[in-house]
């Protein structure tokens, strides 16, 4: 079953976020300082704008999925090698959040945690939600989107006449190769616009709105920007310190009151939010698999996405040092490609492939106008 526009664009908008808020903020500090906020602006403006190029080719391919478009733009073996890069994202950005929720919720909320007794139900969840299909993961990542937004809001607004923008001064006083350097090591942080390929043929696009998808990117662009001022602001020379940056900043900004048992609510939503994140890169990691390996049902990919959260789980309690991983110049270099090379390959096959194909819609408005100017004895012979 499909997923209207507006549903698509509460995606981007979740996926925007979904990172930015653990332990990204501070690991940014350590290379950029507090210029930090302009490498989150540049890289997801850049994502913006491949939601949109990517929006638009999953428009004009009408009804084909991404294997069947790649198929008829490449063939089948470079489609099927370009699915398996796409998997390796996928891969990657679920043991990112999966990891990161795991750190937080050690660190913030128990001391002590079973991991069967954590995973074993996150496991299931991300399973049922996977397996009931894209549409299901919209319709929650819906009901949750809101919440999230007005909380997250509500906690950095009370620390907000604590940030200092002398913090900011003097700005790009290093040059620009420390945020470049910033943007190259934590790239694994971005791209939020990858999961749209696996989107193709499962978008509505009937009440499509351009100015709906810019206004989802501007809200999370803006509310991201928001967040990391109050916190660069705030905690300054020592935000590296500051490895989750909801929690800190609600932990600073509380009253001992009421208002600090809401802060905790709010943070507890923002995990949910987090959880909708996964399932949605493990829908993608499932639909990889069922092209690459020709697979018609949903069962098997869904039990191998539900293992590989659960073993994620396990390996990272198990080796020290995992988290590195993310930060090796290896997956730096494999998530640029698969963020930004792999997507302007299929824009630019695309356009080649269909260069004279309009938008269904399009195609169809443009028809009824040839139609109207047509001579009415035509009309009827027609």
């Known amino acids: 079953m499909k997923i209207n526009y507006r549903q698509t664009c509460i995606l981007i908008f979740l996926s925007q976020i979904a990172l930015k808020f653990l332990a990204l903020p501070s690991l940014l500090y350590t290379k950029s300082e507090s210029n930090s906020i302009f490498v989150a602006l ?12 990517i929006l638009n080719m999953a428009e004009i391919s009408g009804e084909k999925n991404i294997y069947e478009f790649l198929k008829s733009c490449l063939g089948t073996v470079v489609s099927k090698i370009f699915l398996a890069l796409l998997l390796i994202k996928f891969a990657l950005s679920m043991a990112n959040i999966s990891k990161g929720l795991e750190f937080f919720v050690v660190d913030n909320l128990y001391n002590e945690l079973s991991w069967f007794a954590y995973i ?3 496991a299931a969840l991300i399973g049922y939600m996977i397996y009931k299909g894209i549409r299901n993961i919209a319709r929650v990542g819906e009901i949750v989107c809101w919440f999230v937004l007005v909380g997250i809001i509500f906690i950095t607004a009370k620390s907000f006449a604590n940030a200092e923008p002398e913090s900011f001064l003097p700005l790009f006083k290093d040059g620009l190769k420390p945020l470049m350097e910033s943007g ?17 043929g499962k978008v509505d696009f009937k009440n499509k709105k351009k100015s709906q998808l810019i206004r989802y990117l501007l809200l999370a662009i803006l509310l991201v920007q928001f967040v990391y001022y109050v916190f660069y602001g705030v905690f300054q020379i020592t935000s590296p310190t500051h490895n989750f940056c909801l929690s800190d900043l609600s932990q600073f900004s509380s009253l001992h009151t009421s208002i600090e048992e809401l802060s905790w609510l709010v943070v507890a939503l923002w995990i949910v939010a987090q959880a909708v994140q996964l399932a949605l890169y493990g829908y993608c990691f499932q639909q990889a698999l069922k092209y690459i390996f020709n697979i018609k049902n949903n069962v098997w990919p869904t039990l191998v996405v539900m293992l590989y959260v659960f073993t994620l789980s ?28 792999l997507p302007i390959i299929v824009i630019v096959a695309g356009k080649i492939r269909y260069k004279n194909k309009k938008p269904p819609k399009q195609a169809e408005q443009h028809s009824l106008v040839e139609d109207s100017t047509k001579p009415a004895h035509e009309k009827k012979g027609a």
Request: net charge negative.
């Open 184 to 200: 190259f090591k934590y790239s694994s942080w971005f791209g939020s616009s990858t999961f749209l390929l696996m989107l193709f």
């Open 42 to 53: 540049a890289l997801m403006i850049l994502d913006g704008v491949y939601a949109f190029f």
């Open 314 to 341: 396990v390996v990272g309690d198990l080796t020290i040092g995992l988290e590195q991983i993310f930060l090796s110049p290896a997956v730096s270099v494999i998530t640029i490609c698969t963020q930004y090379i």
């Open 120 to 122: 074993l139900p996150l």
